[in-house]
C-alpha cells in the first residue's frame, strides 16, 4: 500500500486511475485514523471513570437516592431501603428494595442492580440534617402540608412510634399470594408467623383461609376442606352477592387469618390479634363452585365511639368494580337497623377516605336535590346513620354550608348541587335492604 496521502506508483500496478479521487481519499483517511484513536481513548478514558464511580460507590447503601427503571420502562427517582444479596454473586452483587418517592408505599419492590441507574446516584444524607435544612428553606403552609401528608392514616400515631412502624413494615416479606383463581402481588407487609418468613408466596384456602407454604400443602387441604363459604351466618343474598357475618369469637382462626391476608393490602391498620371484640362482615360473589370473597369489613361489636366500621378492604382482583361503595353502603345499613348513627374508625387509608368522601358526597347531595325547604344537619343524619360531623365536613367541603347568626345553614343551589353530583361519580353497587335479615348484636343473645 502507498503511503497516506500518496497516489501509488503505476511501476507496482496498481495504479488508481484517479488520482483526484485518491488524494482525497487520502486526506479523509488520516483524520478518520486520528479520529478513531481520540474516540477510542475517550471511551477508554469514559468507561475507566464510570468503573470507578461504580466501584466506589457499590453495593449502594441504605437511604440512598437514586432513579430506577419501573415496569413502564421508565426511570423514576427511589431510595433504598434495604439491601440483601443475590446467590452466588460477588461482594457487590445486591438486590435492593426500593420505594419509588413519587407513589405509595404499596409499589415498593425489590429491583436488581441493572434496574438502576448509577450514574444518578445522589450521596446518602442524614435524615435529621436534610429534613433540618428543608424546613428552615420551608414556608410555614408548606410544612404543615408536608406533615399532613407523611402522617396520612396515621395520625394516632405519634413521630416516634410512626417512625418504629415504618422501620418494622418496611420491607414486604411476602411477595405474592394465590386466592382462589387469581395469584395477586402484595403491597404491604404483614407480620406471619416466624416460620413464614422464607416465603416469597403464599396459598391460601379461599373458604376457610388458612395459608400454606407449598401448591401442594393447599391441594391436599382443598380434598379435605368442606367449607364452600365463609364460616357465619348469611345475612344477605341479591343475585350473585351475598354477605355473611362472621362473629371472631366463634371463628377465632378464620378472623386471625382473614386479618393476616388484609394486613398485605392495608398499610396503616395494625393487626387485630384479639378478634373476639370484633364482628366481620364477608362479602361473595357465588357460583356454583361456592361463595368466594371479594371484600370485607369488620366492625366492634361495642363502639362507645360510635364506630360502625373498623377496616375496609376490597381485594385488588376485585377492585374498581363499586364492590367499596357497596360495604360502606352496607354498614350504614346495618346503622339504620340499629337505629344509631355510624362514622368509620380512624384512621382511614387513602383509599378509604376518598371511597367515603364519595359514599357521603353522593347520598348528601341526592336528599338536597330532593328536598323541598330547609333541612338541618341533625335531619340529614337522623336520615342517612352518617355522624353530624362527617355531614358538616362534606357540605363544607362541597362549600354548600355558611354560619350565619350563630348556626350552620346550607345552600342548595340546584345547578351547583348537579355539578357536585357529576363531580362525584357513579354510586356503585346498590344494597337491596328488602333482601338484608339480620339482627343486631345486642339483640342476638
Not at 420505594?99 to 435524615?127: C, G, I, M, P
Not at 404491604?188 to 416466624?194: E, N
Not at 350563630?406 to 344494597?431: E, F, N, S
Request: net charge neutral.
Amino acid at each position: 500500500m502507498g503511503s497516506i496521502g500518496t497516489p501509488p506508483s503505476a511501476e507496482n500496478g496498481s495504479a488508481n486511475p484517479n488520482p483526484a479521487t485518491a488524494a482525497c481519499d487520502g486526506d479523509r483517511k488520516p483524520q478518520s485514523v486520528d479520529g478513531y484513536h481520540a474516540s477510542s481513548n475517550e471511551r477508554t478514558l469514559e468507561s475507566d471513570v464510570s468503573k470507578k464511580r461504580k466501584s466506589s460507590i457499590l453495593p449502594l447503601e441504605v437511604g440512598t437516592r437514586v432513579m430506577c427503571r419501573w415496569r413502564d420502562s421508565k426511570y423514576h427517582p427511589v431510595k433504598v431501603i434495604e439491601r440483601r444479596r443475590t446467590h452466588c454473586g460477588g461482594p457487590n452483587d445486591y438486590e435492593y428494595y426500593v420505594h419509588y418517592t413519587e407513589f405509595n408505599r404499596r409499589l415498593d419492590e425489590w429491583v436488581k442492580l441493572d434496574q438502576l441507574d448509577l450514574e444518578s446516584v445522589e450521596a446518602v444524607v442524614d435524615e435529621k440534617v436534610e429534613d433540618k435544612v428543608t424546613s428552615l428553606k420551608m414556608t410555614r403552609h408548606q410544612k404543615r402540608k408536608i406533615d399532613e401528608t407523611h402522617v396520612e392514616g396515621h395520625e394516632e400515631l405519634d413521630a416516634a412510634s410512626l417512625r418504629e412502624h415504618e422501620e418494622f413494615t418496611k420491607v414486604k416479606n411476602i411477595a405474592t399470594i394465590e386466592l382462589g383463581r387469581y395469584e395477586i402481588e402484595t403491597w404491604y407487609f404483614s407480620p406471619f408467623p416466624p416460620e413464614y418468613n422464607d416465603s416469597l408466596k403464599l396459598y391460601f384456602c379461599e373458604f376457610c383461609l388458612n395459608f400454606m407454604k407449598r401448591k401442594e400443602q393447599l391441594q391436599r387441604h382443598m380434598r379435605k376442606c368442606d367449607l364452600k363459604h365463609p364460616p357465619g351466618d348469611e345475612i344477605y343474598r341479591s343475585g350473585t352477592l351475598s354477605m355473611f357475618e362472621v362473629d371472631g369469637k366463634k371463628n377465632k382462626v378464620y378472623g386471625q387469618n382473614l386479618c393476616y391476608l388484609a394486613k398485605l393490602f392495608l398499610d396503616h391498620k395494625t393487626l387485630y390479634y384479639d378478634v373476639d371484640l370484633f364482628l366481620f362482615y364477608i362479602l361473595c360473589e357465588c357460583d356454583d363452585r361456592g361463595c368466594h370473597m371479594v371484600g370485607y369489613f369488620s366492625k366492634e361489636k361495642h363502639s362507645e365511639e360510635s364506630y360502625n366500621l373498623a377496616c375496609i378492604l376490597t381485594l385488588p382482583p376485585y377492585q374498581r368494580k363499586g364492590y367499596g361503595k357497596f360495604l360502606i353502603a352496607f354498614s350504614y345499613e346495618l346503622s339504620k337497623k340499629e337505629g344509631k348513627v355510624g362514622t368509620p374508625e380512624r384512621p382511614l387509608s387513602d383509599l378509604g377516605l376518598l371511597s367515603y368522601r364519595g359514599y357521603w358526597t353522593r347520598v348528601l347531595l341526592d336528599i338536597l336535590k330532593k328536598h323541598k325547604g330547609n333541612i338541618s344537619i341533625k335531619e340529614l343524619s337522623d336520615m342517612t346513620a352518617i355522624k353530624a360531623e362527617d355531614i358538616l365536613t362534606t357540605l363544607q367541603s362541597l362549600e354548600l354550608i355558611q354560619y350565619r347568626k350563630g348556626q350552620h345553614v346550607i345552600c342548595a343551589d340546584p345547578k351547583v348541587l348537579d355539578r357536585h353530583l357529576k363531580a362525584a361519580g357513579r354510586g356503585g353497587l346498590d344494597v337491596d335492604v328488602s333482601k338484608l335479615i339480620w339482627t343486631p348484636y345486642k339483640d342476638q343473645g
